[in-house]
């Protein structure tokens, strides 16, 4: 029974996931076609475990019942024997009669005793051991079933990147550092090969080198911000738009500020915060988790904390927003 109660939970997690309209907190929706399958797949085996224990039951309840149906035959059969054993020895040779079965008796139910607490014994030694472990396996599988139906989803936001903090330093990708790296810039380089990767960035940076306006939006985000840090060259001095929420970091002043997104490559376990520096006018007041929308000219400067030049957006306009419904952009390809 613990077996189907596990398979139907992991279902109605999976299901309430979904009507809450919360499957974009864990993975790429792109990839939610995963989480029907796995619906199925778990309301389909909790059936057949549910079947398989049914029948199980059935079987247990007929050999019950059929045991103690043969039970009273048995005992009426011997009951019998025994009878006309004695009143056939009566005459012969009673008293010999009367030693001997009571000795067979005597020995019986000594065998029958020790037989009783041995079995006692190894079952004791054996079974509460395993009857502790599996309840612990059963409960750390309940755990993650009750958490994600009944505990609410976080979003992500400001605090998070401030506990988790993030860092831009220069990416060596080779064997030992792939290059498996996920803040400020998004990098899809560790999902290929190097000949791979090439004609990815080859692909998509076709795809905006000819803009003068890059307008990054929900669809295109992540695939945008990558092209313009792989490429920063090609877009100075172009415009570039794009929406987030405010981040101002230990090292800001009141007219820079990091305006983030956070986004899935694939799902929560590669995903990161994305975005850029932005410089607006000055003694500009902005809040964190405040959202913006920014319009500006890509440059670039000497930022100190990471020690190296990172590309800059100077705003020429900008205006506060609601936070999106969702707050979040994925990778597309």
């Known amino acids: 029974m613990n077996r189907f109660l596990i398979l139907l939970g992991f279902a109605l997690m999976f299901a309430f996931i979904h009507l809450q309209g919360n499957l974009n907190k864990y993975i790429n929706t792109k990839y939610s076609y995963l989480s029907i399958t796995a619906i199925s797949l778990f309301a389909l085996l909790s059936l057949i475990e549910f079947v398989r224990f ?81 309840g612990l396996g059963y409960a750390i599988l309940f755990v993650p079933i009750l958490t994600g139906i009944f505990l609410p989803v976080a979003t992500l936001d400001s605090s998070f990147v401030k506990a988790k903090g993030f860092s831009f330093p220069q990416l060596d990708v080779s064997d030992d550092n792939p290059g498996q790296h996920q803040f400020l810039k998004p990098d899809t380089s560790v999902y290929y090969g190097a000949e791979g990767y090439a004609q990815v960035k080859s692909k998509d940076y076709a795809e905006f080198k000819d803009l003068q306006a890059v307008h990054l939006t929900d669809e295109n985000y992540l695939k945008g911000m990558e092209v313009i840090y792989n490429y920063p060259g090609t877009f100075m001095d172009r415009t570039v738009s794009f929406d987030g929420f405010v981040y101002k970091g230990e090292q800001a002043d009141n007219e820079h500020y990091f305006i983030f997104r956070f986004g899935f490559i694939h799902c929560a376990a590669d995903s990161g915060v994305f975005g850029m520096l932005v410089d607006f006018p000055k003694n500009t007041e902005l809040e964190n988790d405040q959202w913006v929308h920014v319009t500006g000219k890509l440059t670039s400067e000497l930022y100190q904390p990471f020690k190296q030049t990172i590309p800059v957006l100077r705003v020429t306009e900008w205006q506060t927003i609601p936070t999106p419904k969702d707050p979040y952009v994925y990778r597309n390809y």
Do not use: F, M, N
């Open 54 to 134: 049914y029948r199980a039951e059935s079987e247990a309840e007929r050999r019950k019942s059929e045991g103690e149906t043969g039970g009273g035959h048995v005992h009426a059969h011997e009951h019998a024997p025994a009878h006309h054993g004695h009143a056939h020895d009566h005459g012969h040779a009673h008293d010999h009669g009367h030693a001997h079965d009571h000795g067979h008796a005597h020995d019986h139910g000594q065998d029958h005793d020790h037989g009783h607490d041995h079995g006692h014994d190894h079952d004791h030694s054996h079974e509460s051991p395993l009857r502790w472990k599996r």
